[in-house]
């Protein structure tokens, strides 16, 4: 067990629930986008346990164009983890990096992932989470699969064949034993050129004695990761958050960034609180993302498009990351 504990630092998408028996929460979150753009879902695999050893696991179901979600729960027992890759299994529905089988009732099918984009990683810095990964009392934790990927295979939706052929994907994950009190979230692989995608979450984390406010953006182009987060030197500069738009500004030694979200419908998800889902969050596939790269020492464009089919989610108390 301990094994299977130092060895998700440095495998962020493996399993980390071994040995928990209470709060406890890990999910692993699926979007996917057809190729014609009309047909958009986000899977979200998980195992929520409360503070009193009440266990769970689930699969969370996000329609992106309809703004709907659904929860379907199971038995704990139903699932099952790999210790050495990612492999997890709920009931009939198998998740890995490079695939997902589902067998629930109004959906069935399977797809297959190429071109995987994980998020750079090093010894000393393992991940998205860079440093913190080795900080073993945080609330949350998060990893990044994939950036983007390219999409094969069909699912049968309430009967109707939708076939997701040359689609794109985006894979992340979460687990600790409760999500934020605020944070905005935002994410989008849809830009003007392929294989273009770009992400970006902005929290307060609380850390023992005090609380600050974390950030992680990165922007993957011409098969380059461009990061900017809390421990490589960079800053938020500016972070405005109203019901029709998020305007953030964030620069690194090397780079501003300039990102502005309008936001759009959306659709209600569990969240955890303490380990089980017990919260509410609001998150849309639907919003378009407006982002802008400089060079700061020429302040010269590098990079300026619109991200579309754009996830965002802004819950809990945002106005603790309100910078203007």
């Given amino acids: 067990m301990i094994a299977q504990k130092i060895r998700g630092i440095w495998n962020p998408e493996l399993y980390h629930g071994w040995g928990k028996k209470k709060r406890f929460f890990e999910g692993w979150y699926y979007k996917i986008v057809s190729k014609d753009e009309k047909s958009a879902f986000a899977f979200i695999p998980g195992v929520a346990m409360d503070e009193h050893g009440n266990k769970q696991a689930f699969v969370q179901i996000l329609d992106g164009k309809n703004s709907t979600s659904e929860y379907i729960k199971f038995p704990f027992e139903s699932f099952k983890a790999s210790p050495n890759k990612h492999i997890i299994e709920i009931d009939k529905n198998r998740f890995t990096t490079h695939s997902i089988d589902l067998h629930l009732q109004n959906i069935k099918g399977s797809l297959k992932f190429q071109n995987v984009t994980p998020w750079s990683s090093s010894f000393f810095s393992p991940g998205i989470m860079g440093p913190f990964s080795f900080v073993p009392f945080m609330?949350?934790?998060?990893?990044?699969?994939?950036?983007?990927?390219?999409?094969?295979?069909?699912?049968?939706?309430?009967?109707?064949?939708?076939?997701?052929?040359?689609?794109?994907?985006?894979?992340?994950?979460?687990?600790?034993?409760?999500?934020?009190?605020?944070?905005?979230?935002?994410?989008?692989?849809?830009?003007?050129?392929?294989?273009?995608?770009?992400?970006?979450?902005?929290?307060?984390?609380?850390?023992?004695?005090?609380?600050?406010?974390?950030?992680?953006?990165?922007?993957?182009?011409?098969?380059?990761?461009?990061?900017?987060?809390?421990?490589?030197?960079?800053?938020?500069?500016?972070?405005?958050?109203?019901?029709?738009?998020?305007?953030?500004?964030?620069?690194?030694?090397?780079?501003?960034?300039?990102?502005?979200?309008?936001?759009?419908?959306?659709?209600?998800?569990?969240?955890?609180?303490?380990?089980?889902?017990?919260?509410?969050?609001?998150?849309?596939?639907?919003?378009?993302?407006?982002?802008?790269?400089?060079?700061?020492?020429?302040?010269?464009?590098?990079?300026?498009?619109?991200?579309?089919?754009?996830?965002?989610?802004?819950?809990?108390?945002?106005?603790?990351?309100?910078?203007?």
């Fill in 139 to 324: 609330e949350c934790y998060h990893g990044i699969l994939s950036m983007d990927h390219s999409i094969t295979g069909e699912l049968f939706i309430k009967g109707k064949k939708v076939d997701f052929r040359g689609g794109r994907g985006y894979t992340e994950k979460d687990w600790g034993h409760s999500f934020p009190i605020g944070y905005v979230w935002i994410q989008s692989n849809h830009f003007g050129e392929p294989k273009i995608s770009f992400k970006c979450s902005i929290a307060k984390i609380p850390l023992k004695m005090f609380s600050f406010n974390g950030f992680i953006a990165g922007l993957w182009i011409k098969n380059k990761l461009i990061e900017f987060t809390t421990y490589n030197f960079s800053k938020v500069k500016k972070c405005k958050i109203n019901d029709k738009q998020v305007d953030i500004k964030i620069e690194n030694p090397k780079h501003i960034l300039k990102i502005l979200v309008y936001r759009s419908k959306t659709a209600t998800l569990a969240a955890p609180i303490q380990g089980f889902m017990d919260a509410k969050i609001d998150e849309s596939m639907t919003s378009k993302i407006e982002v802008k790269l400089y060079n700061k020492k020429t302040n010269k464009v590098l990079f300026e498009d619109i991200g579309k089919n754009a996830g965002c989610e802004v819950a809990g108390n945002y106005s603790v990351l309100q910078k203007n």
